[in-house]
């Protein structure tokens, strides 16, 4: 007796695990990302990254790649007599470093994403700035803009491109470049899927950037023990600064 | 970034930025050029270039002044071969430096309280840099045709009112290097009064330093280089250890790239300095302040193309 109700919780997990295991893998699309995660190291100059996987024929992709959030302050410029300079500090919090939203193709989806819920737009419900009487509205077109002048937030039509369906699937297959000012963090990319216009299912996958190597041990020095780096650095510039001047010396006595 | 061979890139780890090797070795060899061309350690040049190729504003002004480090050392230590550095004389403008940054910082945090900081920075570089700018231009164009026109012939000046204070002043030195005998106080005064400047305006100082060395101290063009270099090295140090400290803004690996080209630069600097004549050298740099100038003007007279930046920068 004393068995029977492990025995009845496990048999009843089986049952929904096997009854839920076909419906999921029908609907819930498996995604690849190439690399599996990203480094920072002394050559990083920006890299590709292929996110691609398969779905019904008759559905649709759209991936959005998001994070870290951040907290920024800016200067807002403004005009005083004929001089454009700053005018006033604003700080906003909780906005992406980083918003890339990769749209199917086939399909002109700009005219819907505000009702879908989807691009750089709907950042703004979440992002808190400050001082709280600062004017979002006014601020958060000239941060977008910002962003993008950095390509940091973007909405890429044709990004995501499909194969020709075999079987009711298709594959679907998108590239994303990481730029080079891309910063070490947590990233979350969320792909959803939709049938009629509607989503159907969203799932997310966490992709880490991190720094390595030299990159990293400069960046802990740096953070860790400020005081010591800046001698080092006063140090390492005053030795290259005499070893040329040296050079230099021996090059005229010849 | 297409056909381009990737490892010519580096990341930059304080920046997080990736540049191009040869592009940052190469502003580094042009400012440290100007360096030892001209005795300025470059600091009005280079951090705009620098925050043009993407590197934050508050990154790019540390670094900066780290790797000035190097090229002034460079360029010091070969305009002291040259018996161009009068160390008593920079040691005095140094002092003075000090005590006027010291005071400059208390008035920039008391103008940021009082708003508005941003404006009256710029404006007073654009006034200082026109001013001196001008001023150097005409000077020296009127020292070159003067020069054409009478070779050899003595010009006698009439002792102006500055003069005439100064000559009365106390505690008068022999500085031997300059050929001048002035009042200790005269340098120390004039040495806090470019440290104001220098903290108000967030650089080095040396392109006020060598006008006010030139003009009011009247010490050779030659000697006024070398001193220059000599005071801009030690407040470099300053400022980039409390940078490192403070701010961590200063980018040890983008320092190291620009100090490369800049201590060869400067190098290169000072023997081109040894073949142009103390007038052609003066007119030059006040055609370079002129056009940074004009620069900065323009950039506040017309609309930014994005009406928000970061925090930190211009």
């Known amino acids: 007796m004393q068995l029977r109700k492990p025995l009845l919780v496990l048999l009843s997990t089986v049952v929904l695990l096997v009854g839920a295991g076909p419906a999921s893998s029908a609907q819930t699309p498996a995604l690849g990302i190439n690399p599996a995660h990203l480094d920072i190291g002394t050559f990083f100059s920006g890299r590709r990254i292929s996110l691609s996987g398969s779905i019904p024929s008759d559905r649709d992709m759209v991936i959005e790649i998001k994070g870290p959030d951040e907290k920024g302050a800016f200067n807002m410029k403004g005009r005083v007599g004929p001089f454009w300079m700053n005018r006033g500090k604003v700080e906003l919090e909780k906005a992406p470093f980083l918003y890339m939203l990769l749209l199917p193709e086939g399909k002109e989806w700009h005219a819907s994403l505000s009702s879908l819920g989807l691009g750089i737009e709907q950042l703004k419900q979440t992002l808190v700035i400050k001082p709280h009487n600062a004017n979002l509205d006014v601020v958060f077109p000239r941060f977008v803009q910002l962003k993008q002048s950095e390509h940091l ?15 009711g699937m298709k594959h679907f297959d998108a590239k994303f470049y990481f730029p080079s000012s891309t910063v070490a963090g947590e990233y979350r990319i969320l792909n959803r899927l939709f049938h009629n216009g509607k989503v159907e299912e969203t799932t997310v996958r966490s992709f880490t950037v991190e720094e390595v190597g ?6 802990e020095l740096a953070y860790d023990r400020g005081l010591i780096y800046g001698i080092l650095c006063v140090l390492i510039a005053l030795f290259v600064g005499a070893v040329i001047g040296l050079l230099f010396r021996r090059t005229e006595a010849h | 970034m297409k056909g381009v061979d990737m490892s010519w890139f580096i990341y930059l780890p304080i920046a997080h930025h990736s540049v191009l090797l040869p592009v940052i070795v190469g502003l580094g060899f042009l400012v440290g050029l100007l360096s030892g061309l001209f005795g300025v350690g470059g600091g009005f040049l280079m951090t705009p270039l620098l925050i043009m190729i993407g ?47 010291t005071g400059g910082v208390q008035i920039i945090k008391l103008l940021r309280q009082l708003g508005n900081a941003d404006f009256l920075i710029q404006l007073t570089y654009v006034i200082m840099l026109g001013g001196v700018g001008s001023y150097m231009f005409l000077e020296s164009l009127q020292g070159l045709r003067s020069t054409e026109a009478k070779a050899g012939t003595p010009v006698s000046k009439k002792e102006s009112a500055y003069a005439r204070v100064i000559r009365r002043l106390p505690f008068k030195t022999n500085f031997d290097k300059s050929g001048i005998n002035i009042s200790l106080i005269v340098p120390l005064v004039l040495g806090g009064f470019v440290g104001i400047l220098a903290a108000i305006m967030g650089v080095g100082g040396g392109f006020i330093m060598v006008p006010v060395m030139v003009y009011l101290l009247r010490m050779p063009m030659h000697v006024v280089i070398g001193t220059s270099l000599f005071q801009i090295l030690f407040t470099c140090i300053n400022v980039t250890i409390m940078q490192a400290h403070s701010n961590h803004t200063v980018d040890f690996v983008l320092a190291l790239l620009l100090l490369i080209g800049s201590t060869l630069g400067a190098q290169f600097g000072a023997k081109i300095s040894r073949k142009l004549k103390g007038e052609q050298l003066k007119i030059l740099l006040a055609s370079l302040v002129l056009v940074v100038m004009v620069k900065m003007l323009i950039g506040l007279l017309l609309q930014p193309h994005i009406l928000l930046s970061y925090y930190g920068g211009d």
């Not at chain 1, 937030?153 to 079987?167: F, H, I, K």
């Not at chain 2, 590197?55 to 480090?69: C, E, L, Y």
């Not at chain 2, 460079?74 to 006027?100: C, E, F, P, Q, W």
């Open chain 1, 153 to 167: 937030y973007g909405e890429l039509q044709d990004a995501v491109r499909y194969s020709q369906p075999t079987g």
């Open chain 1, 214 to 219: 030299f990159i990293k041990a400069v960046r």
């Open chain 2, 55 to 101: 590197i934050p504003p508050t990154v790019a002004a540390a670094s900066d002044s780290n790797q000035i480090v190097a090229a002034s050392a460079s360029g010091t230590y070969a305009h002291y071969r040259l018996g161009n550095v009068d160390v008593k004389m920079g040691l005095i403008l140094l002092i003075g430096g000090v005590i006027g940054g």
